[in-house]
């Protein structure tokens, strides 16, 4: 009996070992071209998006400057201080105008000089007119008027018509003279508003909302500056970042904890120092926030995140499963066990993720390892999951299948 069962094992072995080096002997065999793929994944659904970091603070988009001149004004005292928040039409200080003060007595004198004259007209017109009215009322009985008849050079002889012509001739000359200081009049008018609404002005008042940066009280211009209320982020790009940056450009920030988004405005071309040979230069930057959140304090620190590119919802693997960068391309596992080289084309990688154009589709199967060179169209097979290995998978393979998989399997190494 034992002897037996020395000659099967015997036989079994030797068949074991023959079978063996057959199926390796064997041109195309599928033992010989089988490759054992311990590192795999599936084509994502996934986006690429490329950025760089940098840093800046948060600072007032725009300063505006408020000058005293002195010329015919006197400076009385500032109405605000630093600090002070400040909206459109808040006085800010105030002046006098002495010189205008003077000029303003001094018309408004000779305006009432010039209306006492029209008042005088029209008293000596109104006695021309009266003595009119009794020449030709009563030209035999008049009494004559000798101190009008003198003003008016009339001789004595003269007939009633002559007199009444000169008197006519007169008023009419009183009456020009009247308008023309009534003209004068208006002129003074016209003056004296000019001055009221220069001299109205003896506070100035801000022209828009934000915060009193600086008070100069030695009174040199400007004497007041003011920060709006707007704020933006600044900061400076190196020349790496500046080659990428472009005005328009997408950016997250986080400042105190808070998340910021917006984009890219000025980019200043001309470096914020003076170029030398020896150093890196660094270019001043403004990022546009979409929303100004409260409270944000000027000068808070800000970490900046600038989109340069992306492509959203796109087919991507990893940049370690493409072969030959310069005519790209992947190991594809389909579902009869084969690898298939795949000719792709790439878009956009960052940060280990490649985006592929071309080539592969969302959830098809390729190998991770580019360190290794394999065959096209070669058998494949992967880690055994046990865990995946259920009753219902086996029910769906032929018994062919079974026993191919089961020998491709004890012999692979």
């Known amino acids: 009996m034992k002897k037996w069962i020395v000659i099967s094992l015997t036989v079994v072995s030797l068949s074991f070992i023959a079978l063996n080096g057959y199926l390796i002997a064997k041109k195309d065999s599928k033992i010989q071209h089988t490759v054992y793929v311990d590192n795999w994944t599936r084509v994502k659904k996934d986006d690429v998006v490329q950025t760089f970091e940098t840093e800046g603070i948060i600072m007032p988009q725009e300063e505006y400057d408020v000058y005293f001149h002195d010329r015919d004004k006197e400076f009385q005292r500032f109405l605000v201080k630093e600090g002070d928040e400040v909206t459109a039409g808040t006085p800010l200080f105030e002046y006098t105008t002495p010189e205008l003060d003077k000029l303003r007595e001094t018309l408004e004198l000779e305006r009432q000089q010039t209306e006492g004259e029209i008042a005088g007209i029209d008293i000596y017109i109104s006695k021309l007119l009266d003595y009119q009215s009794s020449i030709s009322s009563t030209p035999s009985y008049f009494e004559p008027d000798f101190t009008l008849e003198e003003d008016l050079n009339i001789n004595e002889d003269a007939s009633s018509d002559v007199m009444i012509h000169t008197i006519e001739q007169e008023i009419y000359k009183q009456e020009l003279e009247k308008s023309k200081l009534e003209e004068k009049v208006k002129k003074y008018d016209s003056q004296l508003s000019s001055i009221d609404e220069q001299s109205s002005s003896v506070m100035m008042v801000s022209e828009t909302d934000g915060?009193?940066?600086?008070v100069n009280e030695k009174l040199g211009n400007p004497v007041i500056t003011i920060t709006s209320n707007v704020k933006v982020i600044e900061g400076q790009l190196t020349e790496n970042q500046f080659n990428l940056a472009e005005t328009g450009m997408l950016f997250t920030a986080n400042v105190a904890g808070k998340k910021l988004e917006g984009t890219l405005g000025k980019i200043n071309s001309y470096p914020v120092n003076e170029p030398k040979i020896d150093e890196e230069n660094h270019y001043h930057f403004e990022a546009i926030m979409t929303e100004q959140p409260e409270p944000l304090a000027i000068g808070s620190k800000a970490d900046i995140s600038v989109v340069t590119a992306e492509a959203i919802g796109i087919p991507t693997i990893p940049e370690k499963a493409i072969y030959n960068i310069k005519n790209?391309?992947?190991?594809?596992?389909?579902?009869?066990?084969?690898?298939?080289?795949?000719?792709?084309?790439?878009?956009?990688?960052?940060?280990?993720?490649?985006?592929?154009?071309?080539?592969?589709?969302?959830?098809?199967?390729?190998?991770?390892s580019p360190h290794q060179a394999h065959q096209n169209?070669?058998?494949?097979?992967?880690?055994?999951?046990?865990?995946?290995?259920t009753k219902s998978a086996i029910e769906d393979l032929s018994k062919h299948e079974i026993w191919e998989f089961f020998l491709i399997g004890l012999i692979e190494k």
């Open 328 to 368: 790209p391309y992947v190991y594809l596992l389909n579902e009869n066990s084969r690898i298939k080289k795949q000719s792709v084309q790439m878009g956009l990688s960052f940060e280990g993720i490649q985006e592929m154009t071309k080539g592969v589709q969302i959830r098809e199967v390729l190998m991770v």
């Open 377 to 389: 169209n070669a058998y494949f097979v992967t880690e055994m999951k046990p865990n995946r290995l």
């Open 211 to 214: 915060i009193v940066k600086k």
